[in-house]
């Protein structure tokens, strides 16, 4: 049976039948780091570039990813301190602050998306840009990215409960305001699971708290 040639986003279709597969995604190109100055340039990007979440949701002039970015490391900063045993807190700030960095390129790509792409595909792309983009900081930032998307150590996790609990805080905010039907972000919060981490549960049972508060006014 004859296929036709696999195209550059890796979908191959079947000649005889007109059926589409998805193929395993090909190596990515490697690219030199970019010069500081690029790299920096490149990075203002997060400042007007919205997460795609809450615009989907209908809601207007959303939280950009740099602003998402900045709360998610107040929100480090609030709740590693309290953290036992003690975790390395400038180093998950430092994890926390470049979390979101490859988005300055691909944008924040909507959850239908991300679930649609072949397993490995997201976490690809983002480490390609990292190599290119984060690289062009500092060895430094890039191994912390690199660390943040392994998610192996408690740093790491850590800042990941920090990045859903940032979700709520900008939810509550969201709700106070009267804005939109949100029902999908308080499952989503409500389902994260905050227990190797004490200061965060406390607060997520706060931000729980605070928002069934909303839903009675």
Same mark, same amino acid.
Request: negative net charge; charged residues 25%; proline residues 7%.
């Given at each position: 049976?004859?296929?036709?040639?696999?195209?550059?986003?890796?979908?191959?279709?079947?000649?005889?039948?007109?059926?589409?597969?998805?193929?395993?995604?090909?190596?990515?190109?490697?690219?030199?780091?970019?010069?500081?100055?690029?790299?920096?340039?490149?990075?203002? #990007?997060?400042?007007?570039?919205?997460?795609?979440?809450?615009? /989907?949701?209908?809601?207007?002039?959303?939280?950009?990813?740099?602003?998402?970015?900045?709360?998610?490391?107040?929100?480090?900063?609030?709740?590693?301190?309290?953290?036992?045993? #003690?975790?390395?807190?400038?180093?998950?700030? $430092?994890? $926390?602050?470049?979390?979101?960095?490859?988005?300055?390129?691909?944008?924040?790509?909507?959850? @239908?998306?991300?679930?649609?792409?072949?397993?490995? $595909?997201?976490?690809?792309?983002? #480490?390609?840009?990292?190599?290119?983009? /984060?690289?062009? /900081?500092?060895?430094?930032?890039?191994?912390?990215?690199?660390?943040?998307?392994?998610?192996?150590?408690?740093?790491?996790?850590?800042?990941?409960?920090?990045?859903?609990? @940032?979700?709520?805080?900008?939810?509550?905010?969201?709700?106070?305001?009267?804005?939109?039907?949100?029902?999908?972000?308080?499952?989503?919060?409500?389902? /994260?699971?905050?227990?190797?981490?004490?200061?965060?549960?406390?607060?997520? #049972?706060?931000?729980?708290?605070?928002?069934?508060?909303?839903?009675?006014?």
């Amino acid at each position: 049976m004859g296929r036709a040639p696999e195209t550059p986003d890796g979908i191959e279709t079947e000649s005889s039948s007109g059926e589409y597969r998805i193929a395993p995604p090909r190596a990515a190109i490697a690219r030199p780091p970019l010069d500081t100055l690029s790299a920096l340039i490149s990075l203002l #990007a997060l400042d007007r570039l919205p997460r795609t979440g809450w615009l /989907l949701a209908g809601i207007e002039d959303p939280e950009t990813i740099a602003g998402h970015v900045v709360s998610t490391a107040h929100v480090v900063l609030t709740l590693a301190p309290g953290v036992e045993p #003690a975790l390395d807190v400038d180093r998950a700030l $430092a994890l $926390a602050v470049v979390h979101d960095s490859p988005e300055a390129w691909t944008g924040d790509l909507p959850k @239908q998306i991300s679930e649609g792409l072949p397993p490995g $595909a997201k976490q690809a792309l983002e #480490a390609s840009v990292a190599d290119t983009l /984060l690289a062009g /900081l500092s060895a430094t930032a890039r191994e912390r990215h690199a660390e943040y998307a392994e998610g192996e150590t408690r740093e790491s996790k850590f800042v990941r409960v920090c990045d859903k609990l @940032q979700l709520g805080v900008q939810l509550l905010a969201y709700k106070r305001a009267g804005m939109g039907d949100l029902m999908d972000f308080v499952e989503t919060l409500s389902s /994260l699971d905050c227990g190797d981490f004490a200061p965060a549960a406390e607060f997520h #049972a706060t931000l729980i708290t605070a928002l069934e508060e909303c839903e009675l006014e």
